[in-house]
């Protein structure tokens, strides 16, 4: 079963992705994208990724890099990239698994008008502008609206939003252990 779930994991080799990926399109079909930070995962994760799926007949999952995830939040991701794509491997849904990172140093050849669309562009780029998937499924977020407009234009993808999943987060999950923790210890200290 782990030889299978590691064939999955193509991490930033794009190129051997696409070359991949070519034997699908010769058959005629679909290939989508989705992509996501996937710590702690949970149900929303898992509706993203079933969702993405129904949208086409292979799913290509980008992990975010520790460094690119991050950018996002104010600490790393809990669980290294490493296992964060282990995890989405061992998704049914999901066919192949990548890394996306984001490096200062890469160029944008985009327009940009702030940080999270520069963000962004330099972390999916390049891997986009390599495997080209027919469609990328993605959450909604007004403030890259324009960036992903232009990448998915320049390389002809259609862009699906899919919602959140109310009321859960990874963010949320961690807070909600920290106000537990500090409330037991705030318990602790009146007795």
């Not at 590691?6 to 034997?23: A, C, P």
């Not at 949970?42 to 520790?66: F, N, P, Q, W, Y």
């Not at 491997?89 to 890469?106: E, G, K, L, T, W």
């Amino acid at each position: 079963m782990m030889d299978d779930v590691s064939k999955k994991i193509l991490g930033t080799d794009y190129k051997m992705l696409n070359k991949l990926l070519e034997v699908h399109r010769n058959k005629g079909e679909k290939i989508v994208m989705t992509s996501g930070t996937f710590d702690l995962f949970h149900i929303g994760h898992m509706r993203m990724l079933a969702a993405a799926k129904e949208k086409g007949d292979i799913l290509v999952v980008a992990v975010k890099s520790d460094r690119a995830a991050a950018l996002k939040k104010e600490d790393p991701p809990v669980m290294n990239e490493q296992y964060r794509m282990e995890t989405v491997s061992y998704c049914i849904p999901a066919d192949y698994v990548i890394m996306v990172d984001y490096d200062i140093r890469r160029p944008v050849k985009f327009n940009f008008t702030n940080t999270s669309s520069f963000e962004w562009l330099n972390m999916f780029e390049q891997a986009v502008s390599t495997i080209r998937p027919d469609i990328f499924v993605h959450e909604d977020n007004p403030v890259i609206t324009d960036a992903r407009k232009q990448l998915f234009t320049k390389y002809k993808i259609e862009g699906c939003v899919q919602p959140r999943t109310a009321g859960i987060s990874t963010t949320e999950i961690i807070d909600t252990i920290k106000t537990r923790l500090l409330l037991q210890m705030q318990k602790e200290s009146n007795s």
